[in-house]
């Protein structure tokens, strides 16, 4: 009978054992998820400034565009005024009145045109059915085409 006394003990110290196993592990994996989780948001935090870096000096850059673009222009218009300033091309012929000047009204460039936009669209003719028909017959384009 003594030898079930150390049977039950060595069951019972396997079984706190594999508990304590099992219980080590769940603890280790969950702090891996912890450490894989706070990496994770690193990264994501490094990405939010790469791009807000990226945006900024893209911005800077453009900036930068817009006023070389605007002194080359400015440049150009004003050698046109002095350089081509002679009797005989102070009208129209001048070729400095041929820059459109860079605060001018958004009337003077062309632009997309809107869907309700009622000056662009009286321009717009509807397509024309010029198929060779008798007067008789209707068009393709007619909602009635095919239907019998």
Same mark, same amino acid.
């Given at each position: 009978?003594?030898?079930? /006394?150390?049977?039950a003990v060595f069951a019972l110290g396997f079984?706190?054992?594999?508990?304590?196993?099992?219980? %080590?592990? *769940?603890?280790? %994996?969950?702090?891996?998820?912890? *450490? $894989?989780? =706070?990496?994770? &948001? !690193?990264?994501?935090?490094?990405?939010?400034?790469?791009? =807000?870096? $990226?945006? /900024?000096?893209?911005?800077?850059?453009?900036?930068?565009? =817009? *006023?070389?673009? %605007?002194?080359? +222009?400015? +440049?150009?218009?004003?050698?046109?005024?002095?350089?081509?300033?002679?009797?005989?091309? $102070? =009208? !129209?012929?001048?070729?400095?009145?041929?820059?459109?000047?860079?605060?001018? #009204? &958004?009337?003077?460039? #062309? +632009? #997309?045109?809107?869907? *309700?936009?009622?000056?662009?669209?009286?321009?717009?003719m509807p397509p024309r059915d010029y198929a060779?028909?008798? #007067?008789?017959?209707? !068009?393709?384009?007619?909602?009635?085409?095919?239907?019998?």
């Amino acid at each position: 009978m003594v030898w079930l /006394a150390y049977v039950a003990v060595f069951a019972l110290g396997f079984g706190l054992g594999y508990a304590f196993l099992f219980y %080590r592990n *769940n603890d280790n %994996r969950v702090r891996e998820l912890e *450490n $894989h989780l =706070t990496a994770l &948001q !690193g990264k994501y935090e490094s990405y939010q400034q790469a791009v =807000t870096g $990226h945006f /900024a000096q893209s911005a800077q850059l453009v900036n930068n565009l =817009t *006023n070389a673009y %605007r002194d080359v +222009h400015e +440049h150009l218009e004003r050698g046109a005024r002095d350089l081509c300033a002679d009797n005989q091309r $102070h =009208t !129209g012929a001048n070729p400095a009145n041929a820059f459109i000047a860079l605060s001018a #009204p &958004q009337e003077n460039f #062309p +632009h #997309p045109a809107m869907l *309700n936009d009622d000056k662009f669209l009286a321009s717009v003719m509807p397509p024309r059915d010029y198929a060779t028909k008798s #007067p008789e017959d209707k !068009g393709t384009l007619d909602e009635e085409f095919g239907l019998k």
